[in-house]
């Protein structure tokens, strides 16, 4: 039991961690390309917002996705029950 | 060709977007509900509705006054932080509030299938501008 907990919240930590850090490096990207292209256009930018909301929660959706299956673990993990 | 002319404001593609949740968590909910029962269905709804509601506050952070590319990146940032925290906090509710109840594989998927269809949405702007 000691050690399902144990390895659980060690995937939880990679989960959310590695999830993190993706999710980083494609909203610095995308952020920095946006800065470029309103720089270039500046009358572009209010069209430009509601696509960078977009992309950015496109981008974070993997990092959503593995936050709710570290979330399920962390408070209802079904690898217990399966213990009990 | 402005966001005037197209009719592609902020505000519209946020609507379409929280739109596009909206009809993928009720048609994950529904599958749910053929499939395995009102319980995996309610699990659907919980963990669409974290995203849909979250997306929703923080789209109305996400506009900015000012139009000058900065501000308009630090807000984005900030309501996207708002987001985040609220989809946990959410989801934190759900799962505590529902559990015996939970069918976890559920949750997931309406999660993500609420989480991934608001890229559908950018396709569908980007037809409008024939782009």
């Known amino acids: 039991m000691e050690m399902v907990q144990a390895?659980?919240?060690i995937g939880i930590g990679l989960m959310v961690g590695i999830g993190a850090a993706g999710a980083c490096?494609?909203?610095g990207n995308m952020c920095s390309s946006f800065l470029d292209g309103a720089a270039?256009?500046?009358e572009m930018i209010p069209e430009l917002q509601g696509k960078v909301f977009l992309l950015l929660g496109l981008?974070?959706?993997s990092f959503i996705i593995a936050v709710g299956v570290a979330l399920l673990f962390a408070f209802a993990n079904p690898l217990l029950g399966a213990l009990a | 060709m402005n966001d005037k002319e197209t009719g592609l404001t902020a505000e519209n593609t946020f609507g379409g977007m929280l739109?596009?949740?909206?009809?993928a968590t009720v048609a994950v909910a529904v599958i749910a509900f053929v499939i395995s029962g009102i319980n995996a269905s309610l699990s659907a709804v919980a963990g669409g509705l974290s995203v849909v509601l979250a997306a929703f506050i923080a789209s109305k952070m996400a506009v900015s006054k000012r139009k000058d590319a900065a501000s308009v990146l630090g807000s984005m940032l900030k309501a996207e932080l708002i987001k985040i925290f609220l989809i946990i906090l959410f989801l934190y509710i759900a799962i505590k509030g529902l559990d015996n109840k939970l069918v976890p594989l559920a949750l997931i998927v309406g999660l993500a299938?609420?989480?991934i269809i608001s890229g559908a949405t950018i396709s569908k702007r980007s037809k409008q501008l024939k782009i």
Do not use: E, K, M, V
């Open chain 1, 7 to 9: 390895y659980t919240a």
């Open chain 1, 25 to 27: 490096i494609g909203i």
């Open chain 1, 40 to 42: 270039r256009q500046p």
């Open chain 1, 59 to 61: 981008i974070d959706a």
């Open chain 2, 19 to 23: 739109r596009s949740q909206l009809l």
């Open chain 2, 113 to 115: 299938a609420a989480a």
